[in-house]
């Protein structure tokens, strides 16, 4: 069955350093894939996407890779402050579909 | 300003009652979606909807019921039959089901099942 795994642990980075999340899946082809940041008790808040032809998307301080050979998607923060500290959701979309399907997410501290 | 709200931010339920979360947006977009998230799991697709008066089942559709009677409202309602209703449910829209479109989020209902 499909699976898509970001870890379960949380991601502790002190301030200033790369935090680098990992989303892998299996059993799936997706065409499209997104990354969210949510925080504690809120909705999900669009970051990123990027498409299967696409290797690398950046946007200010975020960038995301896209490896369909591995099957894994790299989320870089550069320069991390602890206002990044939230949970990271990576999001995949097949073609001929239009759901995604979502990992757990991954929760990242950024330590002052 | 414009966004998605959902209502209520709580919501208690005694077991056998059925339920009617609320979300409304004002962005003008023609694609509404429910999704449900619980502690350990991903968000998992409930309903969605393209346009008005259509809606089609997701991944957990037991037990849920909706409607999309108005453009901005796509109300869900949780039925007793859901085995298992309590959980962080979270209403979301785009502009269209295009898979390039962003998914814009409201705050979330969390529903607790006394």
């Known amino acids: 069955s499909q699976k898509i795994e970001q870890n379960s642990e949380a991601l502790n980075i002190q301030e200033g350093k790369t935090a680098t999340l990992t989303c892998n899946y299996t059993?799936?082809?997706?065409?499209?894939l997104q990354w969210y940041r949510q925080d504690p008790g809120r909705g999900p808040v669009f970051l990123l996407l990027?498409?299967?032809?696409?290797k690398e998307k950046r946007k200010e301080r975020l960038k995301v890779t896209f490896d369909t050979t591995l099957k894994q998607s790299l989320f870089h923060i550069t320069a991390s402050q602890p206002a990044d500290s939230a949970t990271y959701l990576c999001?995949?979309?097949?073609?001929?579909?239009?759901?995604?399907?979502f990992g757990t997410g991954t929760r990242l501290k950024v330590l002052a | 300003d414009g966004g998605i709200t959902q209502s209520p931010k709580y919501l208690f339920r005694k077991e056998g009652q059925n339920v009617t979360l609320s979300c409304e947006q004002n962005?003008?977009?023609?694609?509404m979606y429910w999704y449900r998230q619980d502690p350990g799991q991903g968000l998992r697709l409930i309903y969605y909807?393209?346009?008005?008066?259509?809606?089609q089942k997701g991944d957990i559709a037991e037990g849920y019921s909706v409607s999309r009677e108005k453009k901005e409202s796509f109300p869900l309602t949780v039925t007793s039959a859901q085995k298992n209703p309590t959980a962080f449910y979270l209403c979301?829209?785009?502009?269209?089901?295009?898979?390039?479109?962003?998914?814009?989020f409201g705050p979330g209902t969390r529903l607790t099942v006394l």
């Open positions: 999001a995949l979309a097949a073609w001929g579909t239009y759901k995604y399907i």
């Open positions: 979301a829209s785009s502009s269209d089901l295009a898979r390039t479109d962003t998914q814009y």
């Open positions: 990027i498409r299967e032809n696409e």
């Open positions: 962005l003008n977009h023609d694609a």
């Open positions: 059993n799936y082809s997706p065409a499209y």
């Open positions: 909807s393209q346009i008005v008066n259509d809606f």
